[in-house]
C-alpha cells in the first residue's frame, strides 16, 4: 500500500512539474487562459537622434500602452554600427529560437542586414519599417518579410507647395542627409511643385560637407547659413540630428521659416528650446511609430502573413505621411495657404498630382533627373 501510494505521489509530482513547465514555457503566454501573446523584438542602431529612430520608439511605447496584456513588443539598440558581425549577431540572438513572432528593423543603412537574416532564418517572420532597395543579388522581398515604404514623393510635394506659398524672397532651400536616391524620394515632387510655381530651389547635400550627414548640427548650420546667404527664406531639413543645425540657424534670422522632419519638431523643442521652436513653422511627419502600432495589430489580428513577401507604401491616408499642423502651424500660416494646402493634401491623397517618385526610376533615369532638377 506505501509502495502504491508512493508512486501515486511520483506520478502526482510528475505532472505538476510539467503542468508548470508548460506555463513558464507560456512567459506572457495568459497564465492560465492557455491564450499566447505575440512577442515582437524591434532591433535599431540607436535612440536619441532626435529625429528618426525615435520615431520608432514611440511608435514602440504607443503600441506597448496601446495592446497592453496582447502583445509583448521589446526594443533592442544594437549600436550605432553598420558592422555586418554585430548585426549578424543580433538577428542570431532574437531569431534562432523563434521565440518571436515578428522581428522588425530596417532603414536603408541597416536592411541589407535583415535580408540577409531574412534568408538564414526562413521560417522567421520579418518587418522592415523603412524599405530603400532589396540587396544586389536578390530580385524579389523574401516571402517572409512585409517592407513598408513612406510616399516620400507626396509629403515632398506637399511641402514644396507649402514652401512656394510662404517665401517672400522667392527662393526656398532644402538641406538632404545623404545623395542618394532613397533620400532624394524626399525632394523629388518638392522640385517639381516648385518649378511649377516658378519659385528658386536651391538643394544642399550634407555629405558633401560631413562623413556625419545625420548626426553633425555644425554642417547643418554651416550650410544653413550658406542657403540664407543665397536668399533662402524656407528651408526644409532632410538630415536627421544634422537638422538641428538648420533649426537653429533659421532661428537666427527673423524672417527665415525652417521646416522639421519625421516628427512634430515644434513640439520636439517648443519646452527645452523655444526660440528655435518659433521658427518651424511645419514638420514633414514621416510617421514610423504610426506603422509600428499598425504592424503590432496585424501580428494580434493575425493579418501580417498576408502581406509577407509584399512591400506596401503608406501615404497620406494611411497616416504613413503628413503635415503637422499644429497650433502653431495655424496661428502663424494664414487662412489661405491652410486652406490651399489641405486642397493640395486632398489632391495628393486623391492620386490626382502626378507626382515624381524617383524610386520608380532606374539609377541611370534617376541620374538623368537628377541633374536637370537639382541645383
Given amino acids: 500500500m506505501k509502495k502504491l501510494l508512493k508512486i501515486a505521489l511520483v506520478a502526482l509530482l510528475a505532472l505538476t512539474m510539467v503542468a508548470c513547465g508548460n506555463g513558464g514555457n507560456n512567459g506572457g503566454n495568459g497564465g492560465n487562459s492557455g491564450t499566447k501573446v505575440p512577442k515582437i523584438v524591434v532591433l535599431l542602431p540607436f535612440t536619441g537622434d532626435n529625429s528618426y529612430f525615435d520615431t520608432v520608439q514611440r511608435g514602440v511605447n504607443k503600441a506597448k500602452e496601446q ?47 535583415l535580408f540577409d537574416a531574412a534568408t538564414r532564418y526562413p521560417n522567421q517572420k520579418f518587418m522592415n519599417f523603412d524599405f530603400s532597395s532589396l540587396p544586389e543579388g536578390m530580385d524579389k522581398v523574401p516571402s517572409n518579410v512585409y517592407c513598408v515604404q513612406y510616399a516620400l514623393d507626396d509629403l515632398g510635394y506637399v511641402i514644396g507647395t507649402l514652401s512656394g506659398k510662404l517665401t517672400k524672397t522667392g527662393t526656398v532651400g532644402v538641406v538632404v542627409g545623404l545623395d542618394i536616391q532613397a533620400m532624394d524620394q524626399f525632394i523629388g515632387g518638392y522640385c517639381q511643385v516648385l518649378k511649377d510655381l516658378g519659385v528658386k530651389y536651391i538643394v544642399r547635400y550634407v555629405n558633401a560637407k560631413s562623413t556625419s550627414p545625420f548626426q553633425d548640427p555644425q554642417a547643418g548650420y554651416e550650410i544653413t547659413q550658406d542657403l540664407i546667404k543665397e536668399g533662402a527664406d524656407v528651408i526644409w531639413q532632410v538630415a536627421g540630428g544634422t537638422g538641428n543645425g538648420v533649426i537653429q540657424a533659421c532661428a537666427e534670422h527673423e524672417n527665415v521659416w525652417a ?117
Fill in 67 to 113: 495592446f497592453a496584456g496582447q502583445a509583448e513588443i521589446t526594443l533592442i539598440e544594437v549600436g550605432n554600427t553598420t558592422e555586418k558581425a554585430t548585426w549578424d549577431a543580433a538577428f542570431d540572438e532574437y531569431c534562432e529560437d523563434g521565440e518571436y513572432d515578428l522581428v522588425i528593423s530596417g532603414n536603408n543603412s541597416y536592411e541589407a542586414f
Fill in 259 to 375: 521646416v522639421g522632419v519625421d516628427q512634430d519638431q515644434y513640439e520636439q523643442f517648443k519646452n527645452s528650446q523655444p526660440d528655435w521652436a518659433k521658427s518651424i513653422v511645419t514638420s514633414a511627419l514621416k510617421n514610423s511609430d504610426e506603422v509600428v502600432v499598425g504592424v503590432t495589430k496585424m501580428v494580434i489580428d493575425g493579418t501580417l502573413d498576408a502581406k509577407l513577401g509584399q512591400t506596401e507604401a503608406w501615404g497620406i491616408a494611411l497616416n504613413g505621411v503628413g503635415l503637422a499642423e499644429n497650433e502653431y502651424y495655424k496661428e502663424v500660416v494664414s487662412a489661405d495657404i491652410q486652406k490651399a494646402i489641405a486642397d493640395t493634401l486632398a489632391e495628393v491623397t486623391a492620386g490626382n498630382v502626378q507626382v515624381v517618385d524617383t524610386l520608380e526610376m532606374s539609377v541611370a533615369e534617376w541620374q538623368a533627373w537628377h541633374d536637370a532638377n537639382t541645383k
